[in-house]
């Protein structure tokens, strides 16, 4: 059974965090700013971000 984390937990590992395509860096981003294309990653320097996703994948079989 998957413990379910409290709001405040998920909001801050959630909020604005956004994942580099290329490398799957983790990088914490206002979303305005993602959308302008004014984040890259800090590692390969790609602007290709995707939001971190909320579930876990593969529990849902
Ligand atoms: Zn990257």
Known sequence: MAKKLPQIVAD??????????????????????????????????SNKLRLKAKERRGQKV
């Open 12 to 45: 801050r590992l959630f909020t604005n965090m956004y994942i580099c395509v290329k490398c799957n860096a983790k990088m914490r981003a206002p979303y305005a700013k993602v959308k302008a294309g004014k984040i890259r990653c800090r590692k390969c320097n």
